[in-house]
């Protein structure tokens, strides 16, 4: 009768876990696209709200296919940025994205929202990255932490955001690539901020990598590499 019961439960696990892996398009089948290579974390952070519906039927070939290309944006990322988190996330369509994400102390002094010069290079090689890949839509975030108040922290983050966006423009990247570049303040914390160390995660800035349409339709016609 044990043996009997532990089988049954074996199987409603495995049940269970079937169910998952088939859920989405390109962000669980395409995870296995590709080896992830120097900082990238994780094969997928979690889910997120960038990237507008695209208006294309997107099938599980399409998916698994933009998810390898995300591979490997998600691996140059990595090897040319030195100083962000690079890891690969599910953008509103399903499908596989890169987020990368500058702590605000790399970026920029207190409370200011004008690039030193250390992050002007950092970034100079990020630009290279969108260059080469063009067909991905970026958004770009300025998140602060809980210190102060919206008055402050609002404009803080949006200034910042659009800092970065305006530095990666003076690289060369094409405007049309950066889709929205604002800043959200204190509302979407990664840590505790009550504690020196989850604030200083606060500050940061996400930069978001995710298919457009033509991306998709690429991936549809079997040219996206």
Do not use: W
């Not at 990237?51 to 090897?79: L, R």
Request: with cysteine; hydrophobic share 40%.
């Amino acid at each position: 009768m044990k043996k009997f019961k532990l089988m049954t439960l074996s199987m409603c696990m495995l049940a269970i876990c079937s169910c998952a892996t088939k859920q989405g398009t390109g962000a669980l089948i395409g995870a296995g696209g590709g080896a992830l290579l120097g900082g990238i974390i994780g094969k997928i952070a979690g889910n997120t709200a960038v990237g507008a519906a695209i208006g294309t039927a997107v099938g599980t070939g399409t998916g698994a296919i933009i998810g390898k290309h995300m591979d490997k944006v998600a691996a140059e990322t990595a090897a040319k940025v030195q100083n962000a988190k690079v890891e690969e996330v599910t953008d509103a369509n399903g499908l596989k994205a890169v987020k990368v994400t500058f702590d605000s102390g790399i970026l920029f002094a207190t409370n200011k929202a004008t690039l030193n010069s250390t992050s002007k290079g950092e970034l100079a090689k990020f630009s290279t990255v969108l260059k080469d890949n063009n067909q991905c839509y970026v958004d770009i975030y300025g998140h602060t932490d809980s210190t102060g108040n919206d008055g402050i922290n609002i404009p803080l983050s949006n200034n910042r955001a659009i800092s970065v966006a305006n530095y990666l423009k003076s690289c060369g990247v094409n405007a049309a690539q950066l889709q929205n570049i604002n800043g959200k303040g204190s509302s979407e914390p990664v840590a505790d901020n009550s504690t020196s160390a989850g604030r200083q995660q606060n500050r940061r800035v996400e930069v978001y990598l995710y298919a457009s349409k033509a991306m998709v339709e690429a991936a549809n016609n079997g040219t996206l590499k």
